[in-house]
């Protein structure tokens, strides 16, 4: 078995709260190296954020990695935040820009999260274990798909420790950015963020949004099955497990898995990889 992390947002309702109990559940059985909690840019899920991690720490005792966005945020909060996770036992963090809610516009004190890497290592020394986000398909804001790369290499010489990725469809977007960037010097871990495929028009959605691109043929093969969700699921699992194995074939260090707080999906893929 792969090694494998696992990504969760926090719930809000005691439903979602549910939810998420029964998802860990069922996807502890695959020993991930640790799971980590997504971050609402601006502040809107601060706190949700870190009572998750805790949670999933104390009571599922699994390895909890907080995302963490400077965007709209500032020094002080941010170094309560990292004394607060650091306090708590996590070892690992997931330090992004993030995105403001469309209409806020206040920046924060950091533009980038090279510079809030370069913060978590003055801050917080050696103590966290830092995960950056990487693009193998360019950001969707770069103005230069070369710059890209060039701004993902500062965040690993600001002190990333490793990064995962955006989800992607197209192994050698993947196999093509670790190239790059090797090429560039850099030489940590990159590890493939896997998006099960359950539901096409939220996939769809989603893509549009953070630029990922969905190739053809998967377009029309869903729009062919219409309705029929079984049939869906079962060539969304295929095209997913087909991506996991070129991208462990071909060296990638591990898989992230989007689970969007459900099990199915991820446990599916996971299956047939065994
Ligand atoms: P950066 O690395 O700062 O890059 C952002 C853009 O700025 C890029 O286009 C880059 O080329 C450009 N850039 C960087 N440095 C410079 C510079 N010096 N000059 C000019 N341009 C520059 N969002 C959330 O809100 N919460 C989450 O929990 C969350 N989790 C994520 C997890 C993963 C694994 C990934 C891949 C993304 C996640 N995101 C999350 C989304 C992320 O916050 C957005 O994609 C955001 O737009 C960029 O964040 P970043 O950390 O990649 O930013």
């Known amino acids: 078995m792969p090694a494998v992390s696992f990504e969760f947002f926090p719930p809000k309702t005691e439903e979602q709260r549910v939810q998420l109990d029964r998802t860990v559940t069922a996807l ?16 809107s899920t601060l706190s949700y954020t870190g009572e998750t991690a ?29 004394d607060d996770y650091r306090a708590a036992g996590y070892r690992r963090i997931v330090a992004l820009r993030g995105d403001l809610p469309s209409g806020m516009a206040t920046p924060g004190d950091f533009r980038y999260a090279a510079e809030l890497v370069r913060f978590i290592r003055e ?18 804001q770069a103005d230069d798909a070369l710059r890209d790369l060039q701004h993902f290499k ?29 090429r560039l010097g850099v030489n940590v871990p990159i590890v493939p963020g896997i998006m099960p495929i359950t539901n096409y028009s939220q996939l769809q959605r989603f893509s549009d949004m ?15 099955h219409g309705d029929d969700a079984d049939a869906v ?11 996991c194995r070129r991208l462990l074939d071909g060296g990638a260090p591990g898989l992230h898995f989007y689970t969007l707080n459900r099990a199915k999906a991820t446990e599916a893929v996971l299956k047939q990889l065994a």
């Not at 502890?28 to 502040?43: E, H, I, L, M």
């Not at 599922?60 to 990292?82: F, I, M, T």
């Not at 699921?233 to 991506?243: C, F, M």
């Open 28 to 43: 502890k059985s695959y020993q991930p190296d640790y799971v980590s909690v997504t971050f609402g840019a601006g502040g």
């Open 54 to 82: 805790r949670h999933l720490h104390q009571q599922h005792k699994l390895s909890a990695a907080p995302h963490l966005s400077c965007v709209g945020g500032n020094r002080a909060e941010l170094a309560a935040l990292l």
């Open 123 to 140: 801050h917080s020394g050696g103590h966290f274990h830092i995960e950056v986000a990487a693009y193998p398909e360019t950001h969707p």
């Open 154 to 182: 500062a965040k690993v010489d600001a002190g990333a420790d490793g990064a995962i990725t955006q989800y992607f469809f197209n192994a050698d977007a993947y196999f093509r950015f670790v190239d790059d960037v090797q």
């Open 210 to 224: 953070c630029g990922a691109e969905i190739p053809r043929w998967i377009t029309q093969r869903m729009r062919a």
């Open 233 to 243: 699921r079962k060539l969304g699992t295929e095209v997913v497990t087909t991506l």
